[in-house]
């Protein structure tokens, strides 16, 4: 992009200042927006989730997919959630406007070792309320884990990277037999084929809830590795023998093998926090 007097370079109506990280799809971009939009202003920085033109152009499905996966994410306002202002294609490029928060991410933190479970548990719960937000409006986040939650600079846990979102009914989004996440996230049932679900939702954030408590791997080794431990209840039998107190029974359903064994309400899975977090 032409580099501007500022020392930017603009994508459309905002000014690039930085990069923030990059992974084998995506580039994450640190930037001004030089325009009023849809809930933001002018001056105002943000976070532009942009995919890699050569994966884009690898597979023409991709750019499609991501813009339209995230059009269902526009407008939806809440304490624990990275508002996406704007996203859809640019210069034949497909991007996500994220406001940008400052704060830490979450794994960083975890990487100083465990938390106290009461912090733990008071993470979980937002990461919940986050995801019931996203649920009622039929949103399936599919990739929760600690490195896609922000701790803002309120100490707010904020539940961002959209990348895989999707509308929880529309299948067309998915090809059949793809697989998309982190594989020791991934639900025993999406690692064997089904389509990704809220009980999905419930199962990473049991694995990150987990994590967050011990300051140890879920799963860990490679991806065959994690399918086997997932598929025959490692992760459920590890929180079953490791965790304190209530927390035990509570992760050990967020981790059933059976989706149908996992809490299917999250008011059902927040009711249950609290009372952890109250003792």
């Given at each position: 992009r032409p580099?501007?007097?500022?020392?930017?370079?603009?994508?459309?109506?905002?000014?690039?200042?930085?990069?923030l990280s990059q992974s084998s799809l995506t580039r994450v971009l640190k930037g001004v927006r030089l325009a009023d939009s849809r809930g933001s202003s002018a001056g105002e920085l943000c976070a532009i989730k942009v995919l890699d033109p050569e994966v884009a152009a690898q597979d023409e499905d991709w750019a499609a997919r991501f813009a339209r996966e995230q059009s269902v994410l526009l407008g939806l306002e809440h304490p624990n959630l990275v508002p996406i202002r704007d996203?859809?294609?640019?210069?034949?490029?497909?991007?996500?406007d994220m406001d940008f928060i400052p704060g830490e991410p979450l794994d960083q933190i975890l990487g100083e070792g465990p938390l106290e479970t009461p912090v733990a548990l008071e993470i979980a719960i937002e990461i919940a309320r986050g995801l019931q937000a996203l649920h009622e409006r039929g949103i399936v986040h599919r990739d929760v884990k600690p490195e896609n939650v922000i701790?803002?600079?309120?100490?707010?846990?904020?539940?961002?990277?959209?990348?895989?979102?999707?509308a929880h009914d529309d299948s067309g989004l998915t090809r059949e037999g793809e697989?998309?996440?982190?594989?020791?996230f991934i639900a025993p049932e999406t690692l064997c084929g089904s389509p990704p679900s809220y009980a999905g939702d419930v199962y990473a954030l049991g694995i990150t809830l987990y994590e967050l408590v011990t300051g140890e791997e879920a799963i860990s080794g490679?991806?065959?590795?994690?399918?086997?431990?997932?598929?025959?209840?490692?992760?459920?039998?590890?929180?079953?023998?490791?965790?304190?107190?209530?927390?035990?029974?509570?992760?050990?359903?967020?981790?059933?093998?059976?989706p149908d064994d996992?809490?299917?309400?999250?008011?059902?899975?927040?009711?249950?926090?609290?009372?952890?977090?109250a003792e």
């Amino acid at each position: 992009r032409p580099v501007t007097a500022q020392g930017g370079a603009l994508f459309g109506l905002r000014l690039i200042v930085a990069d923030l990280s990059q992974s084998s799809l995506t580039r994450v971009l640190k930037g001004v927006r030089l325009a009023d939009s849809r809930g933001s202003s002018a001056g105002e920085l943000c976070a532009i989730k942009v995919l890699d033109p050569e994966v884009a152009a690898q597979d023409e499905d991709w750019a499609a997919r991501f813009a339209r996966e995230q059009s269902v994410l526009l407008g939806l306002e809440h304490p624990n959630l990275v508002p996406i202002r704007d996203a859809g294609t640019l210069d034949g490029l497909a991007f996500l406007d994220m406001d940008f928060i400052p704060g830490e991410p979450l794994d960083q933190i975890l990487g100083e070792g465990p938390l106290e479970t009461p912090v733990a548990l008071e993470i979980a719960i937002e990461i919940a309320r986050g995801l019931q937000a996203l649920h009622e409006r039929g949103i399936v986040h599919r990739d929760v884990k600690p490195e896609n939650v922000i701790l803002d600079q309120s100490g707010a846990a904020r539940l961002c990277d959209f990348g895989l979102s999707k509308a929880h009914d529309d299948s067309g989004l998915t090809r059949e037999g793809e697989i998309l996440g982190t594989a020791a996230f991934i639900a025993p049932e999406t690692l064997c084929g089904s389509p990704p679900s809220y009980a999905g939702d419930v199962y990473a954030l049991g694995i990150t809830l987990y994590e967050l408590v011990t300051g140890e791997e879920a799963i860990s080794g490679p991806s065959d590795r994690a399918f086997r431990a997932a598929v025959s209840g490692e992760p459920q039998r590890q929180a079953l023998r490791t965790l304190p107190g209530r927390l035990r029974p509570v992760v050990g359903r967020m981790l059933a093998v059976d989706p149908d064994d996992r809490y299917t309400r999250l008011a059902d899975l927040l009711r249950d926090l609290e009372a952890c977090k109250a003792e």
